[in-house]
């Protein structure tokens, strides 16, 4: 008997586990199916419209490295939105987040080219990181001190940070050394500290980053001396080295990994990440347990926003390398699906953020080989997230404990304890 | 008097909580009911049966002398049953008329002409004294106004049976007399009234009969002209002492918690606890007896540094810890067992281990540098399940699939790990059964033997009884009186409990 009650309720654990992996991924396969529909109304085949679609984002190593290039920024910002939701700061403002992060990295390459690369590129990831943090400030005081919804005050921020980048890079930026009336030093927005060519074109853009600035490709490393003098005559060698597509695959998916790594650690293994998820569980049962629930909302807030302005200096100094108008559009509000379908949790995001990357790494080739359009896979996208969100009010396991309970009470179980020490 | 509504042996169950127990009802035309008992008594649960918010397991519903069933809200409004939550079910933006009319037909659909509707809201008003201005806004008036609106819509909507769900807790006392007023008048005029309380003094003062329910059991039914508040509060109580607790002499040691005059206010911002004085020694129970809602669990809040005091100290072992903060409380070694171990007390998404280690995750060996130990923290995890017994298949379940006695456990286990000197135990039992009450009651008895002074916040006068050294029995914010244990009298307690005596501190001494 009680061995048997054990065995149950493992299984009953494991259910309740295994479902939280099964909604996303059931959710995915729904997507994929309704949007076939969509596709079969507008005269395709779906099954070769999909078959483009994942050739297009892992059937070569260019779409594998375009894949990885758009997956980045959705694990740094999926990754934000995760943490700020475990730990109840629900963080809208990645996007803005992004961008401050963007523009602090490339300011930095453009102000400092003459540093050593490795130094040059760690200072460039902690400006970016440090900006998004700013950036994340004053909703972090307002949620902490003063109980201001987050959802408002970030979202607010995004729209501040859209168009501050917007100005900085379209302004007609005074030339430098030239002072503005009355031997005034220009202020520092009108300097152009991002070296923006020709603000009154339509698609200005700030000057390229040195390649000091650059993360390391896989093509780079091929080139390096130790790689050429280890293998330099190998035949397979000169084939690598003759695959253009490795010049696009930087550090940045490996960093990307590594900070989801960085991530589990924190949230599952450390004081910062248990109090983190006690207050997003229940603040009062955390308040307490002695924790101090503003000081770990503030400092929830300030990891979040964090890792949204890395995933900014991520894309500039590992794909664009420049900034220009709509460089990462909804990389930020993205995360927020790529959060929830990961389940707020760091290896989900990883997962999820595959999927989102490779939908639109894969959505090229499907339109050109099938002339279903590109749009079909934000249908596929939004669906997924549709179901997901749906899914997860399907808490399967908390109902499979209610119905058993239910049953224990109508058989007149009612002291399943005393039942217990009694088999003791 | 002919018999409106009956119930029948209604039964209904939740998970793992028998809440009401084939309970039979009578109610009868232009009778004001009392529905007496504790928090958890089962009152509103037996009432949102016969309104068809819950469907009972079992039982029979008879309405004017058929057999109804009630399946929603909507059937009992047709049979003529209005209920007035304790949270009111109003619009704030909207009128008063608006209010009332809401989810009926309008006269001159699908226009919305609303003065037909205003008057009969005013004239109905008049008619039983419920003046209420149809054309205000529900945010723009008072509370005891807006409790008024939901007896209109009640009545508007051709009501026979009223149902209150405790109304007097939000009012003023000058409202509760206007309240009294009105459903006196309503009475009067044939409609029946049922009236959900635990407060003994206006069931004498309002009602004609009363039915105490207790543990989901009905107790009795009985004429208020042939019983007193002292026989009530003694049938709501009750006072079987069904368990065994072996308690030893021991001579209290210094003192480890002193209170005075402590005053403090309650989420509504009214008077809570009114300048209260105690001590607590080592190896000493301290019980605090009182009906629910007399100020308990706000003394425990601000003696955990959860709520601020307006007046007066708190002193744990010789340090004046008045409104510091539950961390800076927990390191003077004060333990807590909050009253809600669903909501206050325990994580429930958080598994058992992360749970036990709820107070000392932070402090070597379970983290060094913030970062968790895997190792120490499993080994600290093992040995409070073992000590404390909690029933599990493992440290990494989840601490919501576990049984409210072994929940309970967790945070026994949790609170009692760091060898507190002050225990705060705030109805440790509530809703447990027979095995795991004994079990918590036995911890609390082994804390007090092995040094610990204890502060047991119950509303079971038997509990209380079994487990103190002494009681202090509180009633309206105030402590009417502390007591020893050992001779006390139920009925003086129980007397001291509804408000009808007063008895000095007959431990006081100079320490």
Redesign the interface.
Known sequence: MKSKN?LW??W??FL?RSFSIAIPVAAIMAAFLVSGFIILAWGSSPMAAYTALFSGAFGSISGIATTLQRLTPLVFTGLAVAYGYRGGFFNIGAEGQLYMGAIAAVWFAITFPNLPSWLLITLCIFASGFMGLVWVLLPAYLKAKRGINEVLTTLLMNYIAIQYFEWVIRVDHIQEGILLFGGVEPIWTFQNWLGIKDATQPHPKSAFLVDAAHLPTMKSLLESNLFSSLFGGAEWYKELLGITAFGRISLAPLLALLTALVIFFVMF????G?RS??VG??P?????????VPRTLFVTALISGTLAGLAGGMEVLGTQHRVIPNFLVNAGFDGIPVALIGQLHPLGVLLSATFFGALRAGANKMQVITSVPIAVVYIIQALAIVFAIAGTTVDIGANL??KR??R???EQK?????E??ANA | MTELLRLEKIRKTFPGVLANDDVDLSIEQGEIHALLGENGAGKTTLMNCVYGLYRPDSGKIFWKGKEVSVHQARDAIALGIGMVHQHFMLVPPLTVAENVVLGLPLPREPLLDLSAVEKEVQQTGERYGLLVNPKAQIWQLPVGVQQRVEILKALYRKAELLILDEPTAVLTPGEVEELFKVLRSLANQGISIIFITHKLEEVMALCDRVTVLRNGRKVATVNTSDTNTRELAKMMVGREVFLDIKKPDLMPGEVVLRVKNLSALDNRELPAVKSVSFYIRRNEILGIAGVDGNGQTELAEVLFGMRKATNGTVEVLGYDVTNCSPLEIINRGVAYIPPDRQHTGLLLDFTITENLIGKSYYKLPLSKNGIFQSRPIAEFAASSIKKFDIRTPGPDLKVKLLSGGNQQKVVLAREMSGNPALVIAAQPTRGLDVGATEYVRNQMVEARNTGAAILLISTELEEILTLSDRIAVMYEGEIVGIVPAKGADIHEISEMMAGVLRVGDLTAMDI
């Not at chain 1, 293994?269 to 910062?272: E, I, L, Q």
């Open positions: 054990r309720i493992l009953r654990e309740e293994k450390t004081v910062t248990y998820r006690a569980i229940n009062e049962a955390a308040r307490f347990m002695g924790i101090n404990k209610k309970l239910a224990e009470v109508s009612l002291e399943p304890a005393k217990e020490v």
